[in-house]
């Protein structure tokens, strides 16, 4: 079910409101005129983005919120509810990560990357549900990432999170559903590599330096999408086209894939640059006010990369078909 009201009309709350997608959202979302409610560790942050948003012909309040801390998160729906009489949607966007072989990443900081990720995003659910099912119905958008299907290394916390929103996700859909609150949308997101802070604040414990691996899209891509999302709810959607095709790959070959992949991001996510271990913004707020990060330089091989995971996908799918015509001789 979609809004139950135009997005002129709309209150949205928008975690991880700081930085990134959650800035691009916001910005999206005050373009048509809707009520963001902005949420993050940074105030400084937030006031900043939430100026934008009023230019924008936006209306804006700023909520600090630890989204680890469930009252916390419950207070930052009633603020908005009190500011602005109601919440019609939710984006649970806010996310850390700490990048590093599964062995070398500390049990803290892995354990706060799933709080951050996995438990902010129960809590948000939680906070929201009784506030869209009095507004009549109403869109729930999770931020999951295109790790939420398929895996990366150095990636293992991350992943797991990313993972656990996604059931989570398709569960509390299914409950609502079973329970006759169908009217309230439940949908996950599933971006590829965007153009965000993010790879700058991440902790590091790899010895090198972080970059995206390509094809890198900008953070509107994302936005766009929970804007459509918002007026007509899907499950899932993906947010850049090598999103897309990863997700097709994996399903379709899953064990090549996952191999070849894993050659991809140990070649590409890691910049010439030497890097000292550091917890990044895992444990302290490090905001930025930037939708975007800089990284122009892997925007400008989105259309080699792009060919090149066509033509994986090409290949995928015909030691696909070959396997299975393998399998189906007589005498096999």
């Not at 900043?48 to 729906?77: F, I, Y």
């Not at 122009?296 to 995928?316: D, K």
Request: aromatic share 6%; with cysteine; proline share 6%.
């Amino acid at each position: 079910m979609p809004l139950t009201r135009s997005l002129d009309d709309s209150t949205v709350v928008i975690t991880g409101a700081s930085s990134g997608i959650g800035i691009a959202t916001a910005y999206a979302l005050a373009r048509r005129g809707a009520a963001v409610v902005l949420a993050a560790r940074t105030e400084p942050a937030l006031e900043q983005v939430a100026q934008r948003c009023q230019k924008l012909g936006g209306r804006a309040l700023v909520v600090p919120t630890d989204v680890t801390d469930l009252e916390s998160v419950r207070r930052l729906a009633e603020q908005a509810a009190a500011e602005f009489g109601r919440i019609d949607a939710w984006v649970n966007n806010a996310a850390v990560s700490a990048v590093g072989l599964f062995d070398e990443i500390p049990v803290a900081e892995f354990r706060r990357v799933l709080e951050v990720n996995l438990l902010g995003t129960v809590h948000g659910i939680k906070a929201a549900l009784p506030y869209l099912d009095a507004a009549g119905g109403g869109v729930l958008v999770n931020n999951a990432s295109v790790l939420a299907e398929v895996a990366m290394p150095y990636q293992s916390a991350y992943n797991a999170s990313k993972h656990g929103i996604r059931g989570l996700a398709d569960t509390v859909r299914q409950e609502l559903r079973v329970t006759g609150r169908g009217r309230i949308s439940v949908c996950t997101v599933l971006p590829a590599t965007i153009d965000t802070p993010f790879f700058r604040h991440t902790a590091n414990h790899t010895g090198r330096e972080l970059v995206p691996p390509p094809p890198v899209y900008p953070p509107d891509i994302v936005a766009e999408t929970i804007v459509r999302l918002l007026r007509r709810p899907r499950r899932e959607a993906y947010a850049g086209g090598a999103a897309r095709l990863l997700g097709v790959q994996w399903r379709l070959a899953p064990a090549l894939v996952e191999r070849t992949l894993g050659w991809y991001a140990n070649r590409t996510q890691f910049g010439p640059g030497v890097r000292m271990d550091t917890t990044g913004n895992v444990f302290d707020a490090d905001a930025t006010a930037r939708p975007d990060g800089r990284w122009n330089g892997r925007r400008r091989q989105l259309v080699r990369m792009t060919a090149a995971f066509g033509l994986a996908a090409a290949g995928t799918a015909v030691g696909t078909v070959a396997a299975i015509n393998r399998r189906s001789r007589p005498g096999r």
